[in-house]
């Protein structure tokens, strides 16, 4: 659902071929609502030769791979929309932790993702930061049965301004259906949090960009967790947890903590007592957002003043 014009998948074939597997080896399903984005989505995939079967739909009133069970999934859905039509979905089957509020689609999208998960299949999907302690509508409970069903694999908490077209700051879930990884130790039980709030460089006064080294700590971080051994095959991952940055929760804590999923509770740094966004950043965004509108304010009115002019008025 919601693959907008086809970017992850785009994504997915550089990181594929970047690690010496073939794209032919992967079968890609996508849905979108937006008729025009899915015409850019199919153009994008087909001028890089990749074969896709993206249908046209909306993901919660009409589910186009009903039947499909994924390996991998990845999604960036929009946030905290309010008009999901989930006022006519109170009694869908995809909601196996309880009914999302009709308010808010992010809890409607996260069980709509666990619904499509293959047996042993994980899913990354990015959230607006509020999906990670939110109780409003019963999002709380539906949070808390995820989570002791234990398939939160790992949190991430990402800097604020990554998007240009949301302030909202934004989270990345990792969900897994099977925690056992092979003959190396099980992951059950446990929670990796990882607060990347401080990476990232201001690439102009409202954005901010994460760095090729940024990015390789993040996964890095993530994947030498998933290889951690067991007692006896050590050394197979080098993970450890880093004050302020990660750590390796048990779901115990969690639950201790009233199950709210912010990295900043358990890596050991303070959350923000408000949306996340630093003050400083938050003007130097909020005095560019300013000095355009002035500057659209001032055209506005030199062709106001025109029009008036060849009206015959005059001011």
Not at 125 to 130: D, Q
Request: hydrophobic letters at 35%.
């Amino acid at each position: 659902g919601c693959c907008g014009s086809g970017g992850m998948f785009v994504q997915s074939e550089k990181f594929i071929k970047e690690h010496g597997g073939r794209i032919g080896d992967i079968s890609i399903f996508g849905q979108e609502s937006n008729p025009t984005t899915l015409r850019l989505a199919k153009m994008n995939l087909a001028i890089r030769g990749i074969d896709a079967k993206i249908e046209l739909g909306d993901t919660f009133l009409d589910d186009r791979h009903k039947d499909l069970k994924a390996d991998f999934i990845l999604a960036n859905p929009p946030f905290n929309v309010s008009d999901w039509s989930g006022d006519q979905l109170r009694t869908d089957s995809r909601w196996q932790f309880g009914v999302p509020p009709t308010g808010n689609a992010n809890y409607a999208w996260l069980q709509h993702f666990i619904h499509k998960l293959s047996p042993s299949g994980t899913a990354g999907i990015v959230l607006a930061n509020g999906s990670m302690n939110s109780n409003t509508g019963g999002e709380g409970e539906i949070r808390k049965r995820m989570i002791e069903t234990d398939l939160i694999d790992c949190m991430v908490a990402l800097p604020a301004q990554l998007f240009y077209n949301t302030m909202i700051p934004a989270c990345l879930w990792f969900l897994a259906r099977n925690k056992a990884n092979g003959k190396l130790r099980q992951r059950t039980g446990e929670i990796l949090f990882i607060d990347a709030r401080k990476l990232g460089t201001m690439i102009n006064r409202r954005n901010k960009e994460l760095s090729d080294a940024d990015i390789a700590l993040i996964a890095g971080t993530y994947h030498n967790w998933r290889k951690k051994s067991r007692p006896g095959f050590e050394g197979l991952g080098d993970y450890r947890d880093v004050a302020g940055f990660c750590r390796a929760a048990t779901v115990e804590e969690v639950q201790n903590n009233n199950y709210v999923l912010m990295p900043g509770r358990y890596v050991g740094t303070e959350e923000e007592a408000d949306d996340g966004v630093p003050f400083a950043q938050k003007m130097n965004a909020l005095t560019a957002t300013l000095a355009e509108q002035f500057v659209r304010s001032q055209e506005l009115e030199q062709r106001i003043r025109v029009n008036l002019k060849g009206l015959g008025y005059e001011f």
